[in-house]
């Protein structure tokens, strides 16, 4: 899916405050219930940056610098009161993800057998330690969310500290990431944010390995989305070119990859979505894909690489047809 325009930038405003999501409160509300937490947090700043880009949809920034992991933290939205949410709530969500646990166990996987109600091994295990059955590891309670059954998860499968350790061990399982860790207005909300950003994941993975991310690119028909649509058509008005990857998996969750490109930042940036409502799925795929970019231009997180701004020289992509939305039938 291609989305052009010749139309001088437009920062148009995207209202409708629930627009490209669904949540159990308003911004205002949860905005309200998050800010007095900020102390306790170490957040220290929540900036709009929209304006340090000219494709005009909102991006905030959360700032916590005594962060174990990532000092910034980003939030998008169809209106600047969901984007601060957005970037303060990813913040909050990695700050509690920080704490300690004092509920944690040391054992092997082994001895937790007869509790285990998965095979940890199947967790991605780094090439440079592979657990075995023996192996001590620290351990901290969790849920199954198919039987409701108290199991174990290894800490260092779920940790999202990188601080440098006082003493040399190699990692136990692959490269820590945020991706499953989500807040919400409820613990159902927070639980299927979570869910949903596994889910992407896997039809991510699976997409890449099916012959690449953009082989299932999609034709593009006017009129069957709402906020998506609305997103496609701000994109164009700011001269960007934007693409679109249906990458839904066998489950039928819609999951949408998305990639951006305009001659004011000539690199390809891209984002995914996932969502039961695939209207959500390519709002989030696409303002992913807008956050990511203006990330850059800001140039103030910690993990960024070199790369990000290296000169590509790349010529204008060329769409394949004028479009404004996608259609999954």
């Known amino acids: 899916m291609t989305c052009t325009s010749t139309r001088p930038v437009k920062a148009t405003a995207l209202s409708v405050e629930r627009l490209g999501t669904h949540r159990a409160a308003a911004a205002e509300e949860t905005w309200r219930r998050l800010e007095p937490l900020f102390p306790a947090a170490g957040i220290t700043r929540v900036a709009d940056v929209t304006k340090l880009d000219d494709i005009g949809i909102p991006v905030w ?6 962060s174990t992991n990532l000092s910034l933290a980003q939030g998008k939205g169809l209106s600047h009161r969901l984007a601060r949410v957005s970037a303060a709530m990813e913040a909050y969500e990695s700050w509690a993800a920080e704490q300690p646990r ?15 109600t998965y095979d940890p091994l ?6 440079d330690r592979v657990p075995q059955a023996a192996t001590p590891l620290a351990w901290c309670p969790a849920e199954d969310l198919t039987d409701a059954r108290t199991t174990w998860l290894p800490v260092d499968a779920v940790t999202v500290d990188l601080r440098i350790r006082p003493h040399w061990a190699p990692d136990t399982f692959a490269a820590v990431t945020s991706n499953g860790l989500a807040g919400g207005n409820t613990p159902t909300e927070a639980t299927l944010h979570a869910l949903l950003e596994i889910v992407e994941r896997h039809d991510m993975a699976r997409a890449a390995a099916d012959g690449g991310t953009w082989a299932g690119a999609v034709p593009v028909r006017p009129g069957r989305f709402g906020a998506a649509a609305a997103v496609l058509r701000h994109c164009a008005a700011a001269g960007a070119v934007v693409q679109v990857a249906d990458c839904t998996g066998p489950w039928g969750v819609p999951t949408f990859a998305a990639r951006l490109w305009s001659p004011s930042v000539p690199s ?6 996932t969502h039961h409502d695939a209207d959500v799925a390519l709002s989030r795929a696409v303002t992913e894909a807008v956050q990511s970019r203006l990330t850059a ?3 103030a997180r910690d993990d960024l690489p070199f790369i990000t701004y290296a000169p590509e020289g790349a010529e204008p992509p060329t769409p394949a047809a004028p ?6 039938d």
């Open 323 to 328: 479009a404004t939305a996608v259609s999954r």
């Open 61 to 66: 920034q959360a700032v916590r610098p005594n």
């Open 102 to 116: 004092p509920d944690t166990v040391t054992a092997s996987i082994a001895e937790l057998a007869d509790v285990l």
């Open 122 to 127: 199947l967790l991605a295990p780094s090439p």
């Open 297 to 299: 231009v800001a140039g």
């Open 268 to 273: 390809w940036f891209s984002g995914s979505g």
